[in-house]
């Protein structure tokens, strides 16, 4: 004779082995499971996860029936190996599928958001989600939306707190774990140019006292991508205080000499000064010919811009390299 089957109802509170679990403030009531991330549960409506997530569907369709397992509230539940935080953060931007508030391009996006929805969004395969944190990141990318041009990561707003050092650090080691390495470059270079030596290897506070910190293989590619940077800013932006290279035949100033001396005069400050100028970073480029001698002639300043703005082309175009990193056509692909 078969034996019939009894579920008993649990509390949420209640746990087999004597956890107690938080409830979520997420907390659906009709055609419900329940998630258990860490020790709390969350409570939603079963197509929420189906209709966004082809993976998150097949282990909901995997579960037993609530009437033959010992359920919570009289729900299935969906175990996940996700920190609780990542999950109420999904959860919010599904239930905001439209991201018309929770996850709106317009606002600039706590990093922890980004971070959860990044990493959720790519292991559950949620597309929407995934590509619009990607975007959020790459929004602070001047030099890869110069490549990119079309990229619609020019209409996000950007993460909180860009400027702090302690942000670029974290979104480096967030970029290496899921494999976001398009902004990389970009970022390298932030970093590279704000943070000084001590604090890429010691890492950088973060509110809670807590140490934001590179990996020591990221460590080493932030300081030798630095030096690499700055002897090509040199090489490159400064080429046409090298008359050897880049002349000007018809300098106004050609008898007086007056352009060819302030020249090798600032090309002599330049190599004392070495270490001190500052690193193209977040879009913003080094002094140019003008900042540094205005009393150019007008045909001077043309000749020097252009091949300053040559010079950062080239620059642009081998920044992945100083960073050990593939090229920009590989970045996108």
Known sequence: MAQTLVKRRRDSSDS??????VRSRIWSENNRVVIEAGQMHLCVFRDLLCIHSAVLKARVEALP???FVQGVDGC??????????DVEHLLDALIDSRCVTYFNPKDRQPLEKVSALLRLGKNYEIELLKNGAVSCLRSHCKEWLEINAKDDAKSWAGVED???PRTVVEIIKLARQTNVISVLPDMFTQCAATLSTEQIIRGVAQDDGLLSILS??????CITGRDKLRIAQTKELYAWLDEGKVRSPSCHTARSGDCSWNKARQAAKMYTEF??????HAGQLPPRPTDLIPSLCSVCRMVTLQS??????RIREALPSYFNLPSWTDLKA
């Open 275 to 280: 270490q001190t100028y500052p690193l193209l």
């Open 162 to 164: 860009f400027d702090s």
């Open 216 to 221: 020591p293989q990221d460590q080493q590619v």
């Open 76 to 85: 299935p539940v969906l175990c996940l190996n996700d920190s609780p935080r």
């Open 16 to 21: 087999d082995d004597g956890l107690r679990f």
């Open 308 to 313: 300053y703005l040559q010079g950062y082309g």
């Open 65 to 67: 029936p609530s009437d």
